[in-house]
Each structure stands twice: as structure tokens, then as C-alpha cells.
């Protein structure tokens, strides 16, 4: 099963954040958050700890990270690597990107992969994605109603609202790991996901959106 964990793409505003760590102004994840979503693979390239595979991206139209004020955040371009961000942040502030896990996160990522990836130019076909807000979401299932249809093969786009705190982003990470298990387990998919997802919103107490998407 292929998953896009659109997790926090395009929080904050113009931010991606790829799965890997923060979004825009307001969005930090800290190490310990990362550590959960790496479980099911968040931010991650290839095969995650779980046995899922699973890619992330941003939908904005740039990298937001937090500055020194919320009015003024380090906005890069997606061609900017993680090593380049870090560089530049720990010449600015070190103490201060230090002490909000910025640096921490930019260490991590740019050990996994050069740069981050942006959905909206990405070829690659998914079973699943995933995101953590209505507006990603929305702008997860306009990019799919532009696209040019080849195969038509299917993909279920399902929000999860995650608040955006530290407390609930750990949270939203086993939640999220526990619906692509229950996803993963169905004998048929496609018939069997409102019944499934009717099962989770019941035991997580969450509200979902589901929508299926054509390739």
C-alpha cells in the first residue's frame, strides 16, 4: 500500500511541510512528534518502520519555517535543500532554531532526503493520501480535478483535522498510523472504506473526510 502523508502540507500558509517537521509561523514539531510519525513513515522516503510506504509533500507554493516573530518567518523555495536551510538558520539564530527544534528537524531530514518535494509535482501514483487539514485537502482534490486522466486508477483522499499543537500532532500521528492499519487490513478496499471509516471516526472520536480521486 502507497501513501502520500500529506500531514501538514501547506499549514500556517504558503508552507509545505512536507511531513518532516514544521509549517508555516506557527507550525513547530518538535523531536519527540517526529519520533511518532516516523513510526508510520511521515516524512520518510521508501519503506517506514511499520511496513507502510510512504512519501510526504507540501501543497504551498514555498517552505515557510518560523522566525524570530511570527510576521516574519524563513521562507525558501522548494529547489532550497534541507542542508542549505540549516546552514542558514544556524547563521542567523543557532540559539534560537536550536531551542524551537528547528535545527534539530533540518538535521534529521537532510540525512533522509536532499530537499522537500512539493504534491503538485509529483507523478508518482498513490493507494492513499492523507491530510491534516479541510484547505490542504481541498487543494489535494482540486490538483487531481486539473489533472489529465491516464489509467484512472483509483486513490482515497481522507482529512484528518489535527490542531496544530504539539500535543495533538503526536496524537494525529498514532491516529493516522492506526487508520492506514485498519485500511491496510481490509480484504476490499474500495467497498469496504465508508464502513471502515464509520469505525475509526467512532473509536477516535474524530470527524474524516473521504474522497476518491482518479489517476
Known sequence: MAICEHIIGGRGG???????GAGGGRDVREGEERGRREELGGGMRGES???FCVRSFGTGNQVKLPGPALDKPNIYDFNTTY????KDLHRKDPELYTQNGILHMLDRNRRIKPRPERFQACKDKFDIIVTCEERVYDQVIEDFESRVKEDMQPVHIINIDIQDNHEEATLGAFLILDLVTMLQDSEDLDNEI???L????????????????FY
Do not use: A, C, P
Not at 477516535?204 to 474522497?211: A, D, E, F, Q
Open 14 to 20: 504558503q508552507g509545505e511541510w512536507d511531513g518532516e
Open 49 to 51: 518502520k511499520k511496513g
Open 83 to 86: 542542508d542549505e536551510m540549516y
Open 194 to 196: 465508508d464502513e471502515i
Open 198 to 213: 464509520q469505525d475509526f471516526e467512532g473509536k477516535s472520536n474524530r470527524s474524516v473526510l473521504h474522497t476518491l480521486g
